[in-house]
């Protein structure tokens, strides 16, 4: 399977905006073992910003734009150098691919992209995606969260299962955090006005995302007929399970699948 797999910042990095180093030893275990059995792997990973708040020391994660580029470039040096180190312990080959909204809309350079992408995987290489922050400027070039980038990166490449790992278990059919006892949905297979509705929080300190930003991510996977599964990160070992197609946070069934 092709599979993109998509890790915010709060899944990454302590409030501190330091890194989560148990957590992200795991994870890169686990998808280089998936990759081992056979997968084509592809990362999205947000934290470029999270991170560069705290190697930087900055209070909290800045408002303005200058700050928050410089923080993104000192941060995704941090997370490549990571990724770089964990995967190589599993003989994986890591590939950073930085993209902005301006890529995605013109024709010829999503083509290179893609053309990219696909090269990478004929290679054995791991793409790990994130938006090229240090550039993306304002609200038509910048994509703004990893919830969409990774449905674009996704479709684009023709993956068969995009999964996005979060702090929630998925999409309740109530706020998690207010009522104790709302009940998870594990399965999706239209996007109805009612589960719109249920889209009401937002993301973390550190991060941009929220549930909104998923559904509009498994918007673009679903109608490309692409599977798209939330699942909590905090034990990166139910990708397994997700991978198998057992019942683990909330899958949203790409059209055309049964
Ligand atoms: N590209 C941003 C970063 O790496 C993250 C966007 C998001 O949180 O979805 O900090």
Redesign the pocket.
Known sequence: MRIVIKI??SSIAHATGRLNIRRVEKLCKVISDLKNAGHEMILV????????VGKLSLPGRPTDMPTKQA??AV??CE?MYTYDRLFSQYSHTVGQVLITGEDVLSKERCAHFENTMLRLLELGALPII??N?TVATDEILMI????T?SAIVAVGIRADLLILLSDIDGLFDSDPHVNKDAKLIKEVRELTPEIIALAGGK?SE????GMS?KLKAARLAMDAGVDMVIANSENPVVLYDIVEGKDVGTRFVGKGHK
Do not use: H, K, R, V
């Open positions: 915010g910042t990973s947000s934290g470029a910003i999270g991170m560069g923080a993104a941060g995704q997370l994130n938006e922050d703004g969260e990893n919830d980038l993301g550190l991060s941009t995302g930003t």
